[in-house]
């Protein structure tokens, strides 16, 4: 019904900037809202942030509130994570999934392989 491909990880310093993007197909994904999520080193995964299938709601992790932005590009099928002011506790695989609108990973039934974000201080 979807799928989902992350980009953009990589390696930054502290305080930087990134932005993370999503690339939804499928003949559905117009209609899920999207979540991203992240899994540090022997961690378990948790909630970063989530749109809505129209983009015009968010919800974010306390986290990274004031830090990440998440955005829609409908047209493009693309949701984006803008991270800003990096912190080595952002270091982490990150993943786009597809589903409802929730901070709860048993929402999403359609899941990216991931993209590395590595922070260095």
């Known amino acids: 019904q979807a799928q989902v491909v992350e980009s953009g990880g990589r390696s930054v310093q502290a305080g930087d900037s990134l932005r993370l993007s999503c690339l939804g197909s499928?003949?559905?994904?117009?209609?899920?809202?999207v979540g991203w999520f992240r899994q540090a080193a022997g961690k378990a995964r948790e909630f970063v942030a989530s749109?809505?299938?129209?983009?015009?709601?968010?919800n974010y992790a306390d986290s990274v509130k004031g830090r990440f932005t998440i955005s829609r590009d409908v047209a493009e099928r693309t949701v984006y994570l803008q991270m800003s002011n990096l912190k080595p506790e952002d270091a982490a695989v990150y993943y786009c999934?597809?589903?409802?609108?929730?901070?709860?990973?048993?929402?999403?039934?359609?899941w990216g392989q991931g993209t590395q974000v590595t922070i260095s201080s």
């Open positions: 999934a597809a589903g409802a609108f929730s901070s709860e990973e048993y929402e999403y039934a359609y």
């Open positions: 499928g003949p559905m994904f117009g209609s899920y809202a």
């Open positions: 749109v809505s299938w129209s983009g015009n709601n968010w």
